[in-house]
């Protein structure tokens, strides 16, 4: 009997540690499987304004120009107020009832409402992470980093995805990691140009990237294709309207 009860308790540990095992597998198969399940949509409306969405979430960034009204936004975020990234009548054609707003300080200040997100602050909304990244000109006079304008990093259903805003290249872009999808001004004058803009794919090397801020006001569909072809990185130039699924 002496001989047998220590036998039987490391049985009985071997067990339990194959049974945990096995449980933390399948609790991980079911989440990746999860993510999986959810993917990630992106689509560019043109100049600076993306819709993302993923199962029920809807978050729009920069809504502009918009041709329809589907008040199905639960997020929209706004980087900075230049009148063609902060749009009032665009924001009412995203928002319904539920549809939280955030943005930087100057854009709540014109709005009379939603919630200010700083650059370097993190919000969790619903279990979706949104950080604000400073966004601001190095040599140029048009956004300031005083300003306090934004991007973001979004994390959704797995996914890190990066929109600029209206910058140059920065040192807090640099310092970026494990971005999913880059979405990068490349139209030059009021942010970075298409070699800047490949340049940033080298330092925070993101998994793909989508050129905005061109083809309207400034830039071009030169400008997108030259920074096609000048990235470290995957490279989607879009048209209007067009979307992709984010890998």
């Known amino acids: 009997m002496r001989t047998r009860i220590p036998l039987i308790a490391f049985t009985v540990i071997i067990s339990i540690v194959c049974a945990n095992q096995r449980i933390f597998a399948e609790e991980t198969a079911v ?20 819709k ?10 920069d809504p502009w120009k918009l041709k329809d009204a589907p008040h199905d936004a639960t997020i929209v975020l706004v980087s900075h107020s230049h009148p063609d990234h902060y749009s009032a009548e665009d924001i009412a054609k995203v928002s319904g ?10 854009v709540i200040q014109k709005q009379g409402k939603g919630q200010a997100l700083k650059p370097g602050q993190s919000i969790d909304v619903n279990g979706i992470k949104i ?11 048009f956004h ?12 959704i259903a797995g996914k890190r995805i990066y929109y600029a805003g209206d910058t140059d290249l920065t040192d807090e872009m640099k ?20 070699a800047e803009a490949a340049e940033a794919t080298r330092q925070f090397k993101p998994k793909q990237a989508i050129p905005y801020h061109w083809g309207d006001i400034v830039g071009s569909q030169a400008d997108a294709d030259n920074f ?11 048209k209007p309207g067009e979307s992709i699924t984010v890998d």
Not at 131 to 141: F, S, W
Not at 144 to 155: C, D, M, R
Request: positive net charge; hydrophobic residues 45%.
């Open 31 to 50: 989440q990746k499987g999860k993510e999986k399940a959810m993917s990630v949509k992106l689509q560019w409306f043109g100049h600076a304004s993306f």
């Open 52 to 61: 993302i969405s993923s199962g029920s979430d809807v978050i729009y960034i």
């Open 97 to 106: 009832m539920t549809t939280r707003f955030i943005a930087a300080e100057d």
């Open 131 to 141: 950080t604000g990244v400073p966004a601001y000109n190095l040599a140029k006079q």
């Open 144 to 155: 300031p980093k005083s300003n306090n304008g934004l991007g973001f990093v979004i994390e």
């Open 175 to 194: 310092a970026l990691k494990n971005i999913d999808l880059a979405l990068l001004p490349a139209g030059g004058k009021y942010t970075m140009d298409a």
């Open 228 to 238: 096609k072809k000048l990235a470290a990185c995957k490279v989607t130039v879009l």
